[in-house]
């Protein structure tokens, strides 16, 4: 049973540029999340996708954008990268409705932007 | 989601007991503690839950005190490979809010041989 697959591993982008991370989520689960791990600081939540829409968003700009796809998979894009997003990006999933039901993670995207 | 207050650092013995407090002092009725923890440079894992009686499962157990104010995890016999920052998050469980966790800084577990 694969659990939640992230690509890239590793990542350097340049500023200014644009970016796309790949997940694909635990089987069974249905619903994706993108979080946003600075160094030495928590996760971060930034959106949660269901029924390939966005369904609820943390304080993140515009800038950040994401996508569901009909196979539950997801993706987050990043326009106009600035140093600050230099950061590790999780992908979770989970089951929508699920009481109590625990989120499960990647092991993330390392983003460096230069 | 109620906050939490965790210990920055912890030090534990190889094959000893470690003891993980959280304080959740404004924690409502309908929330769940949550424990998960992050081994360097992985995702986070989840470790267990509770609402409101003790819970143990082939990782830890979760004691929570029966104002339910502050929890405890217990590692029964710490390993090496037990070292991480371990985080501890309230939230509301069921409907659609069951992606969103709120990570503080955590607790830096390290298992001394």
């Known amino acids: 049973d694969a659990g939640v697959t992230q690509s890239p591993t590793h990542l350097i982008k340049t500023r200014g540029q644009q970016v796309t991370l790949r997940c694909s989520p635990k089987?069974?689960?249905?619903?994706v999340s993108w979080y946003q791990q600075a160094l030495g600081q928590g996760p971060q939540f930034i959106f949660q996708y269901y029924e390939e829409e966005e369904r609820q968003r943390g304080n993140f700009p515009d800038r950040f954008s994401g996508h569901q796809f009909p196979n539950y998979s997801s993706e987050l894009n990043v326009n106009a990268l600035l140093l600050g997003d230099s950061a590790l990006y999780l992908c979770?999933?989970?089951?929508?409705?699920?009481?109590?039901?625990?989120?499960?993670f990647g092991n993330g995207t390392r983003l460096t932007v230069t | 989601d109620a906050k939490t207050t965790q210990p920055p650092s912890m030090d534990c013995a190889e094959g000893r007991a470690a003891n993980l407090p959280c304080n959740h002092s404004t924690i409502s009725g309908n929330e769940y503690v949550y424990w998960y923890r992050q081994i360097h440079s992985q995702g986070p894992q989840y470790i267990i839950h509770?609402?409101?009686n003790n819970e143990t499962n082939e990782m830890a157990s979760l004691i929570i005190t029966e104002d339910r104010k502050s929890s405890t995890l217990i590692l029964p016999h710490a390993t090496l490979r037990d070292t991480a920052v371990y985080y501890c998050?309230?939230?509301?469980?069921?409907?659609?809010?069951?992606?969103?966790?709120?990570f503080g800084k955590g607790t830096l577990l390290t298992v001394n041989p």
């Open positions: 509770g609402l409101k």
């Open positions: 998050i309230v939230r509301v469980a069921g409907g659609g809010s069951n992606y969103k966790l709120t």
């Open positions: 979770a999933s989970s089951l929508y409705g699920s009481v109590s039901s625990p989120l499960h």
């Open positions: 089987s069974g689960h249905d619903t």
